[in-house]
């Protein structure tokens, strides 16, 4: 989760790599395999630069947020993009100008956190300049850490009904969906632009339905995350061979499924 709203210059601790290219993850991640445990904003792994895209997360006001994410991705051009909440009230003018102001490559909202489902109308908007845009919409799915309601966590009915009345909009669903896991699993089949990441959860917690799916038919729909800094991306991997995965599902969860979700292909 972000941490609490503060506004005290941005550390390190608030600039979130959401999809490192080299062969890294998905959602609020930072370089990992070879190269993990490096600073947020990117890393080598070989002899290939990672790249990855970059969020500021707990800075409440607009303008504020905006510098503060263009910052650190300007700094390391070659490296990161970016990726910024964005408050349901502002709806489709706020992620438009943030997407052109930043080079976004999607916006991030908590329904958790706001306590709204993710159908409530008051999203519409963003999802509608997400699809103009073509860039993902990240989300949180499964239950809540902090002391708030579950329910809005829910993939069914809630992103089963968002990805129905877009269906061309691109949804990364964070944090897995756990305790609702075959739920989300479920919707992710459902639906060829919805996406599950494995952000807050180390390699060994994942539930057992999840790392079938990600062996199998899900192996192109599953995404590598950390939730740096809470967990590390080292942490996060340590025990990542006892999935048993292929080598060719181990670079679609750590690399190829982030790049093509993201469009992280395109320097643009």
Known sequence: MDAAPHTAPLQPRDVRVAAPLDGHGAAEGTPAGRGHGRRAGGGRRGDRPVVGLVRAS???????????????????????????????????????????????????????AWQLP????????LYAACVELGVPFCTQVGHTGPLRPSETGRPIPYIDQVALDFPELTIVCGHIGYPWTTEMIA?????????????????????????????????????????????TPSRALEHLADLRLDEETTELFLSG????????????
């Open 58 to 112: 707990g800075v409440p006001h607009r303008q504020r947020r905006g510098r503060r994410v263009r910052r650190p991705v300007r700094g390391a051009a070659a490296r990161c993009r970016g990726r910024r909440s964005d408050e349901t009230r502002r709806g489709r003018t706020g992620a438009a100008a943030g997407r052109r102001g930043a080079g976004l490559r999607g916006p991030a909202a908590g329904a958790l």
């Open 187 to 231: 919707v992710a089949d459902k639906h060829a632009n919805v996406f599950i990441d494995t952000s807050a959860y180390t390699a060994r917690r994942y539930p057992p339905e999840l790392v079938e799916y990600l062996r199998g038919r899900g192996r192109r729909k599953v995404l590598f995350g950390t939730n740096y800094p809470m967990i």
């Open 257 to 268: 499924n982030a790049r093509r979700v993201f469009r992280l292909a395109d320097r643009s």
């Open 118 to 125: 993710p159908t409530d109308r008051l999203y519409y908007p």
